[in-house]
């Protein structure tokens, strides 16, 4: 995690020298799951609920897993400074180490445990994919074009593509396996045929072979050793260009970019938690990062369970907060999350893309533009311009890319997780400006917060000069 604290000048016992202010990973393979295995154990908080360091036995016991599988584990979260380790009287004793205490325990005000098991269940087996999502991101058509086949809606083979599309058949079969109305046709040969000559398109999954689909004209894109379609029960895989890496990864459509995250109601709460720890960290900084005190009533945009709502309403007690979010969420955030400041901080049910936005003074967008295309944002930003208050604003909290696009390293890696889990991507202050001003939006400020996330204001003229929020810009 970016936020560390303060690296002190003394090492961990066993480790003379060395800071525990944050592991080093040195580029070396396994490193992220050894810690995301320590959380998903629960290593951590089983230390800290000890009463003193514990030995292997113990921690092997009181984890559930096998004294091998531990000590290893153990030893290699001393190195990473996640784990400090005593080895007088000649038997290794193992405690948190100052970042283990601070970030990884349930019982931290700052604790991340959440957010690393959401990274270590859903957005690692993404970035398995990572060559995939290069080699097609954006692309319509089969890069290179060598070999590449398309298989058409009603049959036969597209411009370049391959003849006959019969994906039973070799090319050349003349079959109409095409695509129809949602449907994938087999060959009507006989032998080429299940008693359903027909199955569902949503329900082709798991066949790796078929690259992609234009959404443009609903093209299939193949290639030419990719026709043979398996006879087993088991339906297969589609995958459109340029997609997140949602299907591949978990089985779920690559349409809806909250599908894997949200795929069980364990998951959602988990990543909704996983939000709530975020904003424990970085929620002043950005919230504080301009004068909000003028806006009198706050919307936050797909807001989560309401933690950084929550912040700005200490913050600024004079606001009223709305949480505008989709019912499922908050439905997981009163059932599990319960505001302390309910009543300064509300809830709407809604979607920000479909339905209108409550009115306000101030619409706080954190984590959300980076999800989407550019298209996209500047749907959701005149929407949010048409709902804005004049004199009001729009509080953007994002990894800003530096000017020249080339850092920071994590916005940088940022971008390439949105290739894998959405769409989007992290931008430079001038390609917020441009999308702000396209909606509409000026007095555009960049406020860097020192933190994971930056701030952005910008605000919507009054009919006359002047403007709440000014301060700082």
């Known amino acids: ?86 080895t007088r009287g000649g038997t290794a004793r193992y405690a948190n180490s100052e970042l283990a205490r601070a970030y990884l325990t349930s019982r931290s005000p700052t604790g991340q445990r959440a957010m690393l ?29 060598a070999g590449a086949g398309v298989m058409t809606p009603g049959g036969g083979a597209g411009a370049g593509g ?29 032998g080429h045929r299940r008693a359903a000559p027909e199955k569902q398109w949503s329900a082709l ?9 234009d959404e443009g004209t609903g093209h299939l894109w193949v290639l030419p050793r990719m026709l043979t379609m398996s006879q087993g029960e088991d339906t297969f895989l589609l995958l459109r260009q340029g997609s997140n890496q949602y299907l591949r990864a978990f089985g779920v459509p690559a349409g809806d970019l909250f599908a894997a995250i949200y795929r069980s109601p364990a998951e959602r709460l988990q990543f909704t938690r996983g939000l709530q720890e975020i904003w424990s960290v970085d929620g002043r900084r950005v919230l504080t990062a301009f004068d909000l005190s003028p806006f009198r009533t706050v919307c936050d945009l797909g807001g989560g369970a309401g933690a950084l709502a929550q912040q700005c309403a200490s913050l600024y007690p004079g606001c009223r907060v709305t949480v505008f979010e989709v019912p499922e969420v908050v439905q997981t955030a009163r059932a599990h999350l319960p505001l302390p ?45 048409h709902a804005c208050r004049p004199g009001g604003g729009v509080l953007v909290v994002e990894r ?9 390293l994590a916005a940088l890696l940022g971008s390439l997780n949105m290739l894998l889990q959405a769409e989007g991507r992290e931008r430079t202050a001038a390609q917020f400006r441009a999308l702000l001003a396209a909606a509409g939006f000026g007095g555009f400020a960049l406020r860097r917060t020192g933190g994971v996330h930056d701030a952005i204001l910008a605000t919507k003229a009054l009919p006359e000069a002047g403007h709440p929020g000014a301060r700082g810009q």
Do not use: N
């Open 162 to 190: 391959q003849q006959g599309s019969c994906p039973r058949c070799a090319p050349g079969c003349g079959g109409p396996g095409a695509l129809q109305r949602g449907k994938l046709s087999l060959c009507p040969d006989a």
């Open 341 to 385: 400041t309910e009543g300064q901080v509300g809830f709407r049910e809604g979607d920000f893309f479909a339905d209108p936005l409550p009115e306000a003074d101030l619409y706080i967008l954190a984590r959300v533009l980076h999800d989407w295309s550019d298209e996209t944002c500047s749907r959701l930003l005149a929407s949010v311009h």
């Open 205 to 213: 999954q798991g066949d790796r072979r078929v690259r992609g689909q």
């Open 117 to 145: 098991r959401y990274l270590g269940s859903t957005t690692y087996r993404c970035w398995a994919h990572l060559a995939d999502a290069v080699r097609w991101a954006g692309l319509s058509r089969p890069p290179g074009g």
């Open 400 to 408: 800003v890319l530096d000017a020249d696009g080339r850092g920071p």
């Open 1 to 86: 995690m970016d936020p560390s604290p303060r690296e002190s000048e003394s090492g961990p016992r066993g480790i003379p020298g060395r800071s525990p202010g944050r592991p080093r990973s040195q580029g070396r393979p396994g490193l992220p799951q050894v810690l995301f295995a320590a959380c998903e154990l629960g290593l951590f908080d089983l230390l800290a609920e000890a009463p003193g360091p514990l030995d292997v036995a113990a921690i092997s016991e009181g984890l559930g897993a096998s004294p091998r599988g531990t000590e290893l584990l153990l030893e290699a979260c001393v190195p990473l400074r996640l784990l400090d380790v005593d």
